[in-house]
């Protein structure tokens, strides 16, 4: 968008019009970390709410629960954010009233694919991670742009501290670029996806200012959610 | 209720001041089945007689769920229920969105009543065919609504609408002062007890024995109770605790004005709940 504006066309340029310095984005931080195993999903997000160099809370939760069997979790512009949730959930709800049964995690997947593009001018400045079982027991997690590009993945990282955790994720979870015999790679077990999504997040929660105060981690599987929270660092 | 030159449009007054196609439209009601609606202080209930039109055929849906402190059970043309249900649920999440809070049920009642007036004020739509009791539960607590073709709602302490539903207004009447301190499983059985009455008379001498057979649906919100349709198992469990309760009452049958035959033709079987009868008599063609 930046590289559309007036500034790179000398030739447009007015003396003395002014522009207005309003953008309608805020930048409000956070991190979100989602593994998908056999029969689980678990996601994780930390609970710091920021705006530049302020805090707006340390106790935000980033993790909404659409249905028993579905988590979405959702970083960057806390506005949009409050929206797009606020519109999935009524969405969601007249599904359950037309078709008398709550929605599959796929079809949450699409439906918020298609919700974000509908904004294609105007997008919702949302780092989005959506987790969850799917209608064969199996874990998902789905990731997205801001514009909707929805995409099936076993390990994802998301928001400011995203590209600092991705390939903690590829590397722990996916086993990549490590030379292991076969007798050595773990199974990932609840337990593992757990434990290597709080380090991810203490590691991530040295290095960036926007990452901190605790992570809320979710376990989902066909029997149930289970919630807990992590301390991490509160600098 | 003989037809008469006043009703070939609902734009168009008797001289007696009556608009005779909403009466008609009320008419409309009475071919649903029964359904029952009656509250205590905590809890809403309504239970609804779901027989099916054939034996071929399942049974039309009665109770509809609108949200999750409001429901509805209806008596009438199922299409126009449908399209109702619609609009409320709409209502309700469209208010839910902006307010962060459920629909007052009152307030939703009145909006409610206002869409359908617009029906019976236009001379290119017709009224909806459909009774509804709406069973709600806020901040100011429990309540049943009846909603009739004509638009009117009435905040009721119980009622039943559909045909052959003078029995359970009979039974309701009777035991209305109990309702009150009721717990949440008296007054359900109350509601099955109250329906009981309106089987088609040879159904009902075959089920004296025994109520676990009756084909209901029951719902309930209240208190720390979002509006729930009971299952199969709780049906069957409530239908079960209701035969106990009824099986330690004598079965008074001479209230029983609907164990005669329903009466065909244009004669309504029984009054009913309907708009203020003028006692003017009417034109005859």
Not at chain 1, 128 to 146: E, Q, R, T, W
Not at chain 2, 187 to 197: E, V
Not at chain 2, 207 to 235: D, M, R, W, Y
């Amino acid at each position: 968008m930046s590289f559309l504006s007036i500034d790179h066309f000398s030739d447009y340029k007015v003396h003395g019009a002014q522009r207005p310095d309003f953008s309608p984005y805020e930048s409000n931080g956070g991190s979100i970390v989602a593994i998908a195993g056999d029969d689980f999903a678990v996601i994780a997000a930390d609970t710091r709410l920021s705006s530049g160099y302020s805090i707006h809370s340390r106790t935000q939760t980033k993790l909404f629960q659409l249905s028993p069997l579905t988590v979405l979790g959702s970083t960057g512009c806390w506005c949009d954010t409050l929206s797009l949730t606020s519109l999935m959930r009524v969405r969601m709800q007249m599904y359950e009233h037309t078709h008398l049964r709550t929605m599959t995690t796929d079809a949450v997947a699409q439906m918020l694919s298609i919700t974000m593009y509908n904004r294609r001018f105007f997008p919702y400045y949302v780092s989005n991670i959506l987790a969850g079982i799917d209608k064969n027991g199996k874990g998902v997690v789905f990731s997205y742009d801001p514009i909707g590009h929805c995409e099936n993945a076993k390990c994802r990282a998301g928001g400011t501290a995203g590209p600092l955790l991705q390939p903690v994720l590829d590397n722990q979870i996916q086993l990549k670029n490590m030379n292991l015999d076969e007798k050595d790679k773990p199974i990932l077990t609840k337990e593992r996806a757990v434990s290597v999504a709080s380090d991810t997040f203490i590691s991530a929660a040295e290095r960036d200012i926007y990452t901190g105060d605790f992570v809320e981690i979710k376990i989902i599987t066909k029997d149930g959610i289970e919630s807990m929270t992590i301390n991490l660092r509160k600098d | 209720m003989f037809r008469n030159q006043y009703d070939s449009d609902v734009t168009i007054w008797s001289p007696q001041g009556r608009l005779h196609q909403v009466e008609y439209a009320m008419e409309a009601v009475k071919l649903g089945t029964a359904t029952v609606g009656l509250k205590s202080a905590d809890y809403a209930v309504l239970v609804a007689l779901c027989k099916p039109p054939s034996e071929l055929s399942t049974s039309q849906r009665k109770i509809f769920s609108i949200d999750d402190h409001l429901g509805i059970s209806i008596a009438g043309i199922t299409a126009d229920a449908r399209v109702l249900s619609r609009y409320l649920r709409s209502e309700c999440l469209s208010y839910k969105h902006a307010y962060a809070a459920s629909y007052p049920v009152s307030r939703l009642m009145t909006n409610l009543g206002n869409k359908m007036q617009a029906t019976t004020q236009r001379y290119d739509r017709r009224p909806y065919g459909v009774g509804m009791l709406v069973a709600g539960y806020d901040d100011k607590g429990p309540h049943i609504y009846q909603v009739m073709p004509s638009a009117n709602s009435f905040s009721c302490k119980a009622m039943s609408i559909g045909s052959r539903s003078q029995s359970a207004r009979t039974y309701l009447e009777r035991h209305l002062a109990s309702f009150k301190q009721c717990s949440k499983d008296e007054i359900l059985c109350h509601g099955i007890q109250a329906i009981r009455g309106s089987l088609p008379s040879e159904e009902a001498a075959k089920k004296e024995e025994s109520l676990a057979q009756l084909n209901i649906c029951v719902a309930i919100v209240g208190k720390n109770q979002p509006f729930k349709i009971l299952t199969e198992e709780e049906n069957t469990k409530y239908l079960n605790m209701a035969d106990e309760l009824a099986g330690s009452v004598i079965h008074l049958k001479s209230d029983d004005d609907d164990d005669q035959p329903p009466q065909g033709g244009d004669e309504p079987a029984e009054p009913g709940p309907s708009d203020p009868l003028v006692d003017v008599p009417m034109d005859l063609p």
